[in-house]
């Protein structure tokens, strides 16, 4: 129960030492297969020599003992003599199968890592070889358990490894192994791991609560355990074990640098823990410790009633005694104290073999096919490290649905997530969600004891691609992706091929006709997909990020450029006009403007092959136009036309104005054009019938649209009857 502190390494261990141990266990070990194990372990590592100096077969030896420890059976002692053998030496697992038989050679390989393919960086291999753990595990979780008890070993004599090696291994273990270890429920492993990764990561946070860990002595807990026992003794509960613990310094490392407490203000540093027969009596005996101490309020928790999702079960509540130092209570059975200490592998230690508790098993491990499941539909395989980073957070909260069945979450799900814990049609359909009866927002983030109503939509209705980016558990990512990848292929194609073409069009990637297929298909076989138009639909709904795509598409694309052979090419010139025309199939001709229907940027517009001048262009409507293509003698003269890209900036539009006849009519007209700083070329203007007046203005325009708004403007003056374009 003491606190695990990080101690001297001591001697090597031998085998017999480890024999010893098994026998001293009394549990039915196989020692025959045992002692094959070592013998080939021993002669396969040979020589061979730890950083520390040590013979290598110490750390086999020593990863054994710890399983020895948690009351596993003979084929996981097996499995972790030769956890390295396949690894390090040249005996392969196909030998390890022939001589120990598959369970043997299924452990073995799923602890072994992936050291034949190379990988391009450091987060692939390490997601790699989680994914092939996880894929063992699935099968048989004693896979991890070995591997977590060697990555332990490897913590305990980290001071050999180069500084930059242990911070890496350090932060690894924090954020992936504890991470594991607590979800199995193997409580002693994930707090000695998690401290030793924090002695490694912030070795001056360690030290000083280490120290205030020992100014406070274990005397305050040794009387306080002495008070209950009695206490207990004289109200009828005689067979209480009653045992002290004080919290792990990482554990109260997270609440003084990351909640911001001080020392005296986290009030579970000390614990008393109360062993008892049966759960009637854990309910009993919590009446018992709230009549002799003052309990703190919202300090208690039911976790018997409600387990935690790795399977802990106990009631916990904080008090205070005179001494008016606070302290934790935690009042369980033995078998849940059993599961509390050794987590799924107590399944081994207390029952012969797998046998008889299936069931729970696959209740325990079903995260571990949800994760395996979510990443089958991402080609990513980083994206294994962030789901278990987010999945298997310590943090959990319970809410419950209108039924009252609770739903269990990690810290910061939000009421999406929830609707897809209930069920994935839920999820689908949901449209809100009420909270304690009150209408929340859609990504409102669920909180321990909240009633949770979805509100559910048409059954054809769907999710948004928007919640990818607001729900936390890959199971909800999971299911949205799914989702998007049955019911909108199409539209997942389209997106995806647009959303490709522009992240090359950004990164200036161009690809001819030829290369695009050929590109494509590189492309798709890199990101494990079996087509380009998978490749497309993945990006579409999400199981390929590009930012992720981006180092791999830039690769492919280096590749292509490099080994693409030069096509000899001789560009085309498209020459253009000064007056911003281009005119198919004819370089540097003579361009002049149609005074018939005086084109501007944005008229469709035809040229006309003159006899005398160059091309002449009118507006595609123009009755001159289509009156002279009605000839057949002049159907060869009009040629394509269309504005340049770059055309000029001014063309010349005359303007026939109709107006009321009155005095300073012309100085009104030319001053609205100064106004829109337009400038005019002629400006005639004469008396006209019925007490009117015309004028006719010839303006710089520089497209139809800015032609519109002088015509819009002119219209506004007094006494403009109508303004037309000439």
């Known amino acids: ?27 039915p070990y196989d020692f025959e297969m045992i002692d094959r194990a070592y013998e080939l372990a021993a002669k396969a590592h040979g020589e061979q020599r730890r950083r520390s100096g040590e013979p290598y077969i110490c750390h086999p030896l020593s990863v054994a003992q710890i ?34 038989g598959p369970e043997v050679a299924l452990l073995v390989d799923g602890v072994t890592k ?40 490897n913590m305990r004599t980290g001071d050999a490894w180069p500084e930059q090696k242990r911070r890496d291994k350090a932060l690894e273990t ?16 994930k707090e000695e791991l998690e401290d030793r990764s924090l002695h490694y990561l912030d070795p001056v946070g360690y030290e000083t609560i280490r120290d205030l860990l020992n100014k406070h002595g274990d005397e305050f807990l040794h009387q306080v355990c002495h008070t209950i026992a009695k206490h207990l003794a004289e109200n009828g509960i005689q067979k209480a074990t009653i045992r002290h613990r004080v919290k792990s310094i990482y554990g109260i490392y997270r609440k003084m640098y990351m909640q911001n407490k001080d020392f005296e203000e986290i009030y579970d540093i000390y614990a008393v823990r109360i062993i008892l027969d049966n759960v009637p009596e854990c309910y009993t005996a919590l009446g018992l410790i709230h009549d002799m101490y003052h309990p703190l309020p919202n300090r208690f928790k039911d976790y018997i009633s409600t387990p935690k999702p790795n399977g802990y079960q106990s009631l916990h509540t904080t008090v205070i005694g005179r001494e008016a130092i606070p302290f934790e209570v935690q009042i369980r059975t033995w078998d849940m104290d059993r599961m509390a200490e050794y987590g799924i592998a107590a399944h081994w230690k207390y029952k012969a073999g797998i046998t008889g508790s299936g069931d729970k098993l696959d209740e325990r491990l079903a995260w571990v096919r949800q994760l395996l499941e979510s990443q089958r539909s991402s080609a990513d395989a980083t994206d294994l490290l962030s789901d278990i980073k987010s999945d298997l957070l310590p943090e959990e909260v319970f809410a419950f649905t209108p039924r009252g069945d609770v739903i269990n979450l990690p810290a910061g799900a939000t009421t999406i997530d929830f609707a897809y814990a209930i069920h994935s049609a839920v999820g ?41 980016n607001i729900v936390k558990t890959s199971e909800a990512k999971n299911k949205i992706r799914n989702w998007f990848k049955k019911e909108r292929r199409e539209e997942n194609i389209q997106e995806g091929r647009d959303a490709l073409e522009r992240e090359m069009r ?3 990637m161009t690809l001819s006709d030829e290369q695009r297929p050929v590109f494509m298909e590189a492309l798709a076989r890199r990101n494990r997909c079996n087509s380009v138009e998978e490749m497309y639909a993945a990006i579409g709904y999400g199981g390929l990020q590009l930012s992720r795509m981006l180092p791999k598409l830039k690769e492919e694309y280096t590749k292509l450029q490099t080994t693409e052979p030069r096509p000899v090419t001789v560009e085309l010139k498209r020459m253009h006009s000064s007056e911003g025309v281009v005119v198919e199939g004819i370089d540097n001709c003579p361009i002049k403007f149609a ?6 940027p944005g008229d469709e517009i035809i040229g006309f092959v003159t006899r005398g001048f160059g091309v002449s262009i009118h507006k595609r409507d123009c009755a001159n136009a289509r009156e002279s293509m009605r000839h057949p003698e002049n159907i060869d003269r009009w040629v394509r036309a269309y504005w340049d890209d770059e055309a000029r900036e001014s063309y010349k539009a005359t303007l026939d104005i109709v107006c009321m006849d009155r005095p300073n009519l012309v100085s009104d007209v030319a001053l609205a054009l100064g106004d829109m700083r337009v400038p005019i070329y002629s400006l005639t203007a004469r008396a006209a019938e019925q007490g009117r007046a015309r004028m006719s ?30």
């Open 1 to 27: 129960m003491e606190n695990t502190t990080v101690q001297e390494v001591k001697m090597p261990i031998t085998y017999d030492d480890l024999k010893a141990s098994m026998i001293d266990s009394g549990r």
């Open 67 to 100: 399983l020895v420890e948690l009351g596993m059976d003979s084929e996981s002692i097996a499995a972790a003599l030769m956890h390295d053998v396949a690894e390090d030496t040249p005996v392969s697992v196909t030998e390890i199968r022939q001589k120990f």
């Open 114 to 153: 992936l050291t034949q393919i190379k990988f391009s960086n450091v987060e692939d291999r390490q997601a790699e070889n989680l994914r092939k753990m996880l894929l063992a595990m699935s099968q048989d979780v004693r896979v991890m358990i070995i591997k977590l008890c060697d990555r332990l070993h």
């Open 174 to 189: 924090m954020e992936v192994y504890a991470p594991i270890a607590h979800r199995l429920g193997i409580s002693n492993i």
């Open 428 to 468: 689908n359909r949901m449209i809100g969600a009420k909270v304690n009866n009150r209408i929340v927002p859609i990504d409102h983030k669920v909180q321990t004891g909240e009633i949770i109503e979805i509100i559910t939509g048409p059954e054809n209705r769907g999710p948004s691609r928007d919640w990818l």
């Open 506 to 508: 950004r990164n200036l």
């Open 595 to 600: 005074k018939c229907c005086s084109p501007l």
């Open 697 to 726: 203005v010839t303006v710089g325009i520089t497209n139809t649209e800015h032609l519109n708004s002088v015509v819009a403007r002119l219209k506004k003056i007094k006494d403009v009857v109508s303004v037309t374009r000439n």
